[in-house]
């Protein structure tokens, strides 16, 4: 999550966002510090519902936002997320045993707070299956003194060996204290590839957004030991601390490791390999440059703002393209200053050169599209992209999104697939403005999820086409439904 300045109101044109140095938790902490925690945290579950072909996973009180998704490849019904809890300390998971028709729910573990009147909380989800069926999840840990500052944070990893319903162990690490140093936006893969040298590591990337000479910088952390400890690399551009976000980690057909980021000093894709298990990184390399550095407020995240990031993924199936690299990120569209596209470019060599950067687009139609994600069906081979797209806004404000899915074989895609039955609003409660419920400050957050294999994918997204219902007596406090996690299954 990052911190923003932000008005309710009505705006014209996008706008950059002032400080890009921010940590992206920064709104969780700003509600929680000014509101305390929600008192609910129960473990329980609420049934998963159905809207046609769309699921609500999360089904709880309050916002969620920044879902994330991985399956399970040795048991392929088993899929797992996670998203933020908004209003709660504890990062939240969900599990499903049947390809995604039903879920359940779990809070992950945080460690003890600082301080007698300090309290913790978790952001920033990524979820992956290893080749054996253990899962390891991925988050932040944000330490403050309820009204005295932030005390530090460090880094998450907890396992799960039942596919997601319970989580008993957990792998704190890469502590920093004080406000001056923040661990943020993490990613999470684990070597699946049967042949693989380095079958069953696990590898998880993050920028350290803030800090002096010697700190921030990108980092990678891996473990050989199935989670129980890591080893931490920096692996960061040329340009220094303070300048990189949204890392990304993907791994090849025969162990190769894959790191890309944002580097917004440079307002390029960064990419760096490993090719000794993540021990040792290539220098820093550019995919590609863009337009936008940092992140840019269009009307559907007018408060937040929608960040730059790349998702990258490796073709590790059988076929003719096996070994071939695939990053996407967001930009301008071609010919366009204020609208946005998701762009791609692949690489056929490990990463020592790219394509030129391609629009993943049919028709664009001045639409604006946003926190994508990319997955190749490591099966078929067939790389899937999923994002918020504005096409089909009946607002003429560019309000209202939809998730959106095009597949193809990273260069080329074919047309796109609407995955939701019914549209988001984060500005106006579809119609009702200002908004009873919406938690303006986070809106949709910086990323969304997407799985695939054998031929199906499964994008997950947050979604708020439930925020005009009124709070349950449960939910108590008028804080409702709010954003919701949402799921589908695309054949």
């Not at 921030?216 to 040329?238: E, N």
């Not at 993540?278 to 940092?294: A, D, H, L, R």
């Not at 139609?365 to 078929?380: C, E, I, K, M, S």
Request: net charge negative; hydrophobic share 35%; aromatic share 10%.
């Amino acid at each position: 999550m990052r911190k923003l300045a932000f008005a309710i109101g009505l705006i014209a044109l996008p706008a950059l966002a002032a400080d890009p140095k921010n940590p992206t938790w920064w709104d969780k902490y700003q509600f929680i510090l000014n509101n305390g925690p929600a008192a609910l945290q129960s473990t329980a579950a609420a049934p998963a519902g159905a809207f046609g072909t769309n699921v609500d996973v999360s089904n709880e009180c309050g916002p969620q936002s920044e879902t994330f998704i991985a399956i399970n490849t040795r048991a392929p019904k088993n899929l797992a997320g996670g998203a933020n809890e908004i209003f709660r300390l504890p990062m939240r998971g969900f599990f499903s045993f049947d390809g995604g028709s039903s879920w359940g729910g779990v809070d992950l573990p945080l460690p003890p707070a600082i301080g007698a009147n300090g309290i913790d909380f978790g952001s920033d989800p990524t979820l992956a299956f290893d080749s054996s069926g253990n899962l390891y999840y991925g988050y932040i840990v944000v330490f403050f003194g309820n009204g005295n500052g932030i005390n530090g944070t460090e880094m998450a990893v907890a396992r799960s060996t039942d596919g997601g319903k319970t989580y008993p162990t957990v792998t704190f690490f890469e502590f920093n204290g004080g406000a001056d140093h923040f661990n943020d936006k993490p990613m999470i893969t684990a070597d699946a590839t049967v042949g693989s040298p380095f079958r069953d590591n696990v590898y998880i990337a993050w920028d350290a957004a803030s800090g002096g000479s010697g700190a921030g910088g990108v980092r990678l952390a891996r473990s050989t030991d199935h989670g129980k400890t890591f080893t931490t690399t920096r692996i960061d551009a040329p340009s220094g601390p303070g300048n990189s976000i949204g890392a990304t980690v993907t791994v090849g057909p025969k162990g190769e490791v894959y790191v890309a980021w944002n580097n917004h000093l440079l307002n390029a894709i960064v990419f760096t390999s490993s090719f000794d298990g993540g021990v040792t990184f290539t220098t820093p390399t550019v995919i590609s440059q863009k337009q936008i550095p940092f992140d840019i407020r269009i009307p559907a995240e007018f408060n937040r703002g929608a960040l730059v990031y790349p998702a990258c993924d490796v073709d590790r199936s059988k076929g003719a393209l096996r070994g071939r690299i695939t990053c996407s990120w967001m930009d301008f569209a071609a010919g366009s200053r204020t609208n946005t596209d998701i762009f791609t470019s692949v690489s056929d060599n490990k990463g020592a050169t790219w394509s030129a950067a391609r629009s993943v687009g049919d028709t664009h139609g001045g639409a604006d599209r946003f926190n994508h994600w990319l997955a190749t069906d490591p099966v078929t081979g067939t790389v899937n992209v999923s994002f918020y797209d504005t096409r089909n806004d009946t607002t003429g404000a560019g309000f209202q999104t939809d998730i959106y899915l095009v597949r193809g074989n990273g260069a080329t895609f074919g047309l796109g697939t609407r995955v939701t039955t019914a549209p988001s609003n984060e500005h106006d409660c579809n119609g009702l403005f200002p908004c009873p419920s919406i938690n303006y400050g986070n809106q949709q957050g910086d990323y969304e999820g997407l799985a695939a294999y054998g031929g199906v994918a499964h994008p997950i997204w947050t979604d708020s086409r439930r925020n005009t219902e009124n709070a349950t007596p449960s939910c108590g406090g008028g804080r409702g439904l709010m954003e919701e996690v949402f799921t589908a299954t695309v054949k």
